[in-house]
């Protein structure tokens, strides 16, 4: 989300073809067992509290417990405020779990500056039980069609990844473009999760 406030709803789009053969080695994961798929499975986002964009997401096979895969990710804007997940556009995900919406590969974001691969997840009161966090995704920075964009030096650009200040967020989850892409083909080889688990 770098500097960018997420608001745009999003459309469920065809899953991907591409198994996770094509899918960076530090990520793969063994072929699952007959049951995986049944068992279902759930996305988990392990909070860093000394250093957010240090965080962990994991595809978390459901009754086992089993890690699918596992990738740094981000959220919130770091610092004292970043920590405070009722500080909106600052804060990081409130903890608690989340139902899964949607997700796409083709996301064309708008005002909001999410493009390409995004999961949109549900609205959330954080712990002040007054505040509620929205527009939340899971996402990266990327063009639509989910090429980078050119780099222009001293520019952030929410269509081109350049670097950990990307992991930064206004409180969604942020992944590098080649882990949500393997996210994307890990969900889509066990299983679409069908929600995110929030914790500290």
């Known amino acids: 989300m770098g500097t ?12 991907l073809t591409a198994g996770l053969a094509t899918a960076s080695p530090a990520h793969a994961a063994e072929p699952p067992a007959p049951s995986t798929r049944a ?8 909070k860093n509290q000394r250093d957010p964009s240090m965080s ?27 920590l405070d997940e009722c500080a909106k556009n600052k804060g990081w995900l409130p903890d608690g779990t989340y139902q ?42 990327m063009r639509p069609d989910g090429s980078q964009g050119v780099a222009r030096p001293g520019r952030d650009s929410p269509y081109r990844w350049d670097g950990d200040v990307d992991y930064r967020s206004l409180g969604c989850v942020k992944l590098a473009p080649a882990d949500i892409k393997h996210l994307f083909a890990a969900a889509q080889r066990y299983g679409w999760p069908t929600s995110l688990k929030v914790v500290r």
């Not at 997420?6 to 469920?12: E, F, M, R, Y």
């Not at 068992?39 to 392990?46: A, K």
């Not at 417990?65 to 990710?73: E, I």
Request: some cysteine; glycine content about 16%; proline content about 0%.
């Open 56 to 82: 962990r997401l994991r595809l978390v096979q459901s009754g086992t417990g089993r890690v699918l895969a596992d990738y740094r990710s981000g959220s919130g804007q770091g610092g004292t405020a970043g």
């Open 4 to 15: 960018r406030i997420c608001t745009a709803s999003l459309t469920v789009t065809a899953a």
């Open 39 to 46: 068992d279902g499975t759930y996305l988990r986002f392990d």
């Open 100 to 141: 899964v919406l949607s997700h796409t590969t083709g996301k064309r974001g708008g005002r909001d500056g999410i493009n390409g691969y995004a999961i949109r997840v549900a609205d959330k009161v954080c712990r002040d039980g007054r505040t509620q966090r929205t527009a939340l995704f899971l996402h990266s920075e």
